[in-house]
């Protein structure tokens, strides 16, 4: 079955530290891949996503992520933090030949501290 | 503007009862989903729906069951609500090459 790993359950970095955030996957088939975010208190939100081309994806807030497929991964990065970054990220699959079954990572959370 | 809808935010039922959670879409999106989220294990599929009537399991379907009679709704139903049932349960909606459109969560809690 699909599995969706977040390497980091918690990050703890200061303002003007640069970010990165693992997701591994283990589907072999095509797949959607997804970052969203979700601030204290608030719904998730889309961050970014790849269906098909350029493998580096630009998303909102500043963030992308590189899709490199033969490590089955789609890492989240940020040059520069603020504190407002501070929420939790969530990676997501969708396997496209699964009923386009979506799965989502564990979640890491990111303390920015100011 | 898309929307997810479910139907209520706050629910409290007792141990053994029956609950309904009802999520509509307007986006006339194939997929639907339900997940439930609990802190540290981020969002768990429960069940999901690739078209009106067809029903998948997802990753943590025990005590779950849903019904999806039209395109636009899918019910997650707690057969015999238990106490480890009490989370936030999340709808989503999808489709083709398109990210997901999340409700507004609905926190249940069973005593």
């Given at each position: 079955?699909?599995?969706?790993?977040?390497?980091?359950?918690?990050?703890?970095?200061?303002?003007?530290?640069s970010l990165e955030l693992g997701c591994n996957y283990s589907y072999g088939g095509t797949v959607n891949l997804f970052w969203y975010v979700q601030y204290p208190g608030q719904h998730l939100q889309l961050l970014l996503k790849y269906f098909s081309g350029d493998?580096?994806?630009k998303g909102i807030k500043g963030?992308?992520?590189?899709?490199?497929?033969?490590?089955?991964s789609f890492n989240?990065?940020?040059p520069s933090v603020q504190w407002s970054d501070t929420a939790e990220y969530f990676c997501a699959v969708n396997e496209r030949a699964a009923g386009n079954k979506l799965t989502f990572g564990g979640g890491t959370r990111v303390l920015v501290k100011p | 503007d898309v929307k997810v809808t479910q139907s209520s935010r706050y629910l409290v039922k007792r141990t053994g009862?029956?609950?309904?959670?009802?999520?509509?879409?307007?986006?006339?999106?194939?997929?639907?989903?339900?997940?439930?989220?609990?802190?540290?294990?981020?969002?768990?599929?429960?069940?999901f729906s690739y078209d009106v009537k067809m029903k998948e399991k997802g990753d943590i379907p025990e005590g779950y069951s849903v019904s999806r009679e039209k395109k636009e709704r899918f019910s997650?139903?707690?057969?015999?609500?238990?106490?480890?049932?009490?989370?936030?349960?999340?709808?989503?909606?999808?489709?083709?090459?398109?990210e997901a459109f999340f409700g507004q969560g609905t926190r249940l809690t069973v005593v």
């Amino acid at each position: 079955a699909q599995s969706v790993s977040q390497h980091n359950h918690h990050v703890i970095l200061s303002e003007a530290a640069s970010l990165e955030l693992g997701c591994n996957y283990s589907y072999g088939g095509t797949v959607n891949l997804f970052w969203y975010v979700q601030y204290p208190g608030q719904h998730l939100q889309l961050l970014l996503k790849y269906f098909s081309g350029d493998p580096l994806v630009k998303g909102i807030k500043g963030f992308e992520a590189e899709f490199i497929k033969s490590k089955f991964s789609f890492n989240l990065r940020k040059p520069s933090v603020q504190w407002s970054d501070t929420a939790e990220y969530f990676c997501a699959v969708n396997e496209r030949a699964a009923g386009n079954k979506l799965t989502f990572g564990g979640g890491t959370r990111v303390l920015v501290k100011p | 503007d898309v929307k997810v809808t479910q139907s209520s935010r706050y629910l409290v039922k007792r141990t053994g009862e029956k609950v309904f959670l009802e999520c509509v879409q307007d986006m006339d999106h194939e997929n639907m989903f339900w997940y439930r989220q609990d802190p540290g294990l981020g969002l768990r599929l429960i069940y999901f729906s690739y078209d009106v009537k067809m029903k998948e399991k997802g990753d943590i379907p025990e005590g779950y069951s849903v019904s999806r009679e039209k395109k636009e709704r899918f019910s997650l139903i707690l057969e015999s609500a238990s106490t480890n049932q009490t989370s936030m349960y999340l709808c989503a909606g999808t489709g083709v090459d398109t990210e997901a459109f999340f409700g507004q969560g609905t926190r249940l809690t069973v005593v």
